[in-house]
């Protein structure tokens, strides 16, 4: 069965720092989804990311996908408080199923 | 801008009672799907619809039951629900297929007492 692990579980950041959030398969990933969720609220989509080595931004935030497809990386430079939240990333084990990651906290300190 | 909308949006129910949870899309996709949240499992699939007229089974969806009423509605029902119900459940949808994006509605939280 498919496994996503995110690290760190949770990270603390002085605004303005930059930080990186990892999602490692234990399978290849054909399609990699990263969604933010904020505290009471539902899941907004931020990327997707299908070809190995495929690299998306958005904003400040930038999202990539290694060669093998086993690893993405979301990198926000520059944080704000405004990037607070929990950050999840999704793959996709069928034409319609994405299985999650547990998520990574994101707290920003102004 | 309505995109999923899901209601109620909070609910407390005593063990055993029934409720049904709504859903609706407003962007014409083709798939719909329930997914339940749990503080250090993430987001686990219960039922998905992949077109009007058809449902299958997820990861966890003993307890449940699903009715794709519609193209746009996709409703969860619980018959008799129990205190390892207590989650906060999110519908979403999808045009379907691989590669396309699943949108999620704003969640319900549910507590059986």
């Known amino acids: 069965s498919q496994e996503l692990e995110q690290s760190p579980q949770s990270l603390i950041v002085q605004e303005g720092k930059n930080l990186t959030i990892n999602c490692t398969s234990s399978k290849t990933l054909y399609g990699l989804y990263w969604y933010k969720q904020k505290y009471g609220e539902g899941l907004i989509f931020l990327m997707m990311?299908?070809?190995?080595?495929e690299e998306k931004s958005h904003e400040k935030i930038t999202a990539k996908l290694d060669e093998k497809k086993q690893q993405s990386s979301l990198h926000i430079t520059a944080s704000q408080p405004s990037h607070a939240g929990i950050y999840l990333c999704?793959?996709?084990?069928?034409?319609?199923?994405?299985?999650f990651g547990t998520g990574t906290r994101l707290t920003v300190i102004p | 801008n309505a995109g999923v909308t899901q209601t109620p949006k909070f609910q407390v129910l005593k063990t055993g009672q029934s409720m049904t949870l709504q859903c609706a899309q407003d962007?014409?996709?083709?798939?719909m799907y329930w997914y339940r949240q749990d503080p250090g499992m993430g987001l686990r699939l219960i039922y998905y619809s992949a077109s009007e007229g058809t449902t299958d089974k997820g990861e966890v969806p003993n307890g449940y039951n699903v009715s794709r009423l519609n193209k746009r509605e996709f409703s969860l029902r619980l018959e008799s629900a129990a205190p390892s119900q207590t989650s906060v459940y999110f519908c979403a949808s999808s045009l379907g297929g691989w590669g396309n994006t699943i949108y999620f509605g704003e969640g319900s939280w549910l507590t059986v007492v």
């Open positions: 990311l299908q070809k190995g080595g």
């Open positions: 999704g793959a996709e084990t069928g034409a319609n199923n994405l299985f």
């Open positions: 962007m014409n996709h083709n798939s």
